[in-house]
């Protein structure tokens, strides 16, 4: 055991997590040049296109260090993304210690800081790396610096390199096996193994990602999940080098995978501890704290048909990401569908896009909102994250709305434009640092409804790309909050309602009313779209009647024969108007999701 060590790569965004962990599996000959691709660890289409991490992956390396002892080194890579904040505390639970990796050019960031806090948490010993020296914009001084004043840790002891040319990626490698602790364990202790990751294959089951912490784990063993319960035979164990190989036995200290042939999905749980049905361990290893969703979002199928095929497909997408939290919900509209919480809006959209490659699931998807906190009159309080539940407002006394502290870095040339930014979206006590020259960290306190929408988008937009934003959840508090519906033909449309400030009400019917107008199909009568607040109509828009010519057939004669002609038809499209209903075609639900270019 002493010759295995653990360990993770936790940075900000585009900081060089994929591209190091390409030059480490390099190093350790796993994959010959012909087969090499960058972004190894990247294994799904989306995150190639993207160009980020959404999932942790796992491989393990053999390297001989420089006494001559081969050491193999389980490297789980993880995500930069705040939205993906979960992957990385389910990868440190399984680590010893980690790379922090510091881009040369931007510094210190606001994930960085918050990583390094995860990292704290699970008690690692932290490795701290300076990433892209060969940066003509590189200041590997400056960065030494913000390690001793940000992070507390020892600048002088980084390790300098450059993961995209190869240099100082030796002295990591030593780095990681002299810096970074053995794991603790007991190969003749019961067996204890956490279950950190699984995906569903369809000719093997489930396959589970695991990290032995007692015991030993081998094919043709019993094992029980000691949540759930169940217990199934072993058909086999391995490593991931970076494919699944399979090996004879996983040992304490050991990260691998287990093939169990298990066809129900449910039985599977990320945080579950496996143990040895005849020889049980006494009590399970800590799992993982659940994550808290703070975005909601529901999910309808576009065809009713099709509602079995999302719940299956929704069982095996939650194995593969466990911070999704999803329970039924039903649309006069749309049918039956979920009721979906995620992390932030990436997460919502990376979940909308794999649902969609992945399990070939067609989706409509209404727009996102936050849980709002509704204290009644009565006394009672109210959880609520769906706008077609919003009590009746002279019920309520106040509501309290999810605010965020939110973490901004970017050059101070772009002050002016992100206060701006700020401000519009009911910012409050905003304060700055420079923690180094040319740098603003802007601190901001902000509803979290103002930010879900294109906040991000937005800020990428007015710093040209080179703004980073971190947050976390701070408090509910009094807002002055309504709920608006939209009316198509009088009749409002349950999967369209929102619950917005008062203030910005108005605007968004606006919009709303706007994009549908451009989407819905023109009738044989007017068709009124309306935004209301309860009773008060606040923004409308008309489609013009679509107009038969019923005077083709006439040609010369009495101009009364005209006339009798067109007010019979007036008539028509007056008892039309009366009962006719307004088909909603599903793209105009994706087209409300949009917004304007400001």
């Not at 001989?64 to 979960?86: K, Q, R």
């Not at 704290?120 to 030494?144: F, S, T, Y």
């Not at 919009?511 to 606040?538: D, S, T, Y």
């Amino acid at each position: 055991m002493k010759h295995k060590r653990n360990f993770s790569i936790i940075a900000h965004i585009d900081h060089g997590k994929s591209t190091l962990a390409d030059r480490l599996i390099q190093g350790g000959g796993l994959v010959d040049e012909r087969k090499f691709q960058n972004q190894m660890l990247d294994t799904m289409d989306i995150e190639r296109e993207r160009g980020i991490t959404i999932k942790s992956n796992t491989v393990t390396l053999p390297y001989t260090a420089a006494d001559g002892v081969t050491y193999e080194l389980n490297l789980i890579d993880t995500p930069g993304h705040v939205d993906f904040s979960y992957e990385v505390s389910r990868a440190l639970a399984s680590c010893e210690g980690v790379l922090l990796l510091v881009d040369a050019a931007q510094g210190v960031e606001a994930q960085t800081l918050a990583n390094l806090y995860l990292a704290m948490e699970h008690e690692l010993e932290i490795v701290p790396v300076v990433n892209k020296i060969d940066l003509m914009a590189a200041d590997v001084d400056g960065c030494k610096l913000q390690i001793d004043t940000e992070l507390g840790l020892d600048g002088d002891e980084a390790v300098c390199c450059s993961a995209k040319t190869g240099q100082g990626v030796p002295e990591i490698l030593e780095a990681i096996v002299t810096r970074i602790p053995p794991p603790s364990g007991d190969v003749s202790e019961r067996l204890k193994a956490l279950i950190f990751d699984a995906h569903y294959d369809a000719y093997r089951g489930v396959i589970i990602a695991v990290r032995v912490f007692d015991g030993g784990l081998q094919k043709g063993d019993e094992i029980r999940f000691m949540q759930g319960g169940f217990v199934h035979k072993v058909e086999e164990v391995g490593r991931f080098l970076p494919l699944r190989t399979a090996c004879e036995r996983l040992e304490a200290g050991d990260v691998g995978y287990v093939i169990s042939g298990i066809k129900t999905v449910s039985e599977v749980r990320v945080g579950d501890t496996i143990t040895h049905e005849n020889w049980q361990a006494a009590e399970a290893v800590p799992g993982f704290v659940d994550a808290l969703p703070v975005v909601f979002s529901s999910v309808y199928p576009v065809s009713n048909d099709e509602f079995e095929d999302l719940v299956y497909a929704l069982e095996k997408y939650k194995l593969n990401d466990a911070a999704l939290v999803y329970e039924k919900d039903s649309s006069v509209a749309l049918g039956l569908g979920f009721r979906c919480g995620f992390l932030g809006l990436l997460h919502l959209e990376i979940f909308q896009e794999r649902l969609e490659r992945e399990f070939d699931q067609s989706l409509v998807m209404t727009a996102p909102s936050v849980r709002y906190i509704i204290a009644m009159s009565n006394g009672k309080e109210l959880h609520l994250d769906n706008p077609h539940y919003f009590p009746d407002p002279s019920t309520i006394d106040h509501v309290l709305e999810p605010f965020i502290k939110a973490s901004i870095m970017f050059p101070e040339r772009y002050m002016g434009s992100v206060t701006k930014l700020c401000m519009d979206r009911r910012g409050e006590n905003t304060r700055y640092t420079y923690p180094v020259p040319g740098r603003i960290e802007f601190k901001v306190e902000l509803p979290l409804a103002e930010v879900i929408y294109d906040f991000y988008d937005r800020l990428k937009t007015v710093t040209q790309g080179y703004g980073s934003f971190d947050y976390e959840f701070m408090e509910h508090r009094k807002a002055d909050v309504v709920k608006v519906d939209i009316l198509v033909n009088a009749e409002k449309v349950d999967a369209l309602s929102l619950i917005v400030h008062r203030d910005r009400a108005r605007q968004r019917a606006v919009n709303i009313c706007e994009r549908l107008k451009e989407e819905l199909p023109r009738q044989q009568f007017k068709v009124a779209i309306q935004g209301a607040i309860g009773g008060k109509i606040i923004a409308r828009t008309t489609i013009g009647a679509l107009g038969k010519d019923v005077t083709a057939k006439c040609y010369g004669g009495d101009i009364s024969r005209k006339r009798k002609l067109l007010e019979k038809q007036a008539k028509g499209k007056k008892r039309m108007k009366m009962v006719g209903n307004v088909e909603i075609p599903q793209r105009a639900f994706v087209a409300v999701l949009k917004t304007s270019d400001d």
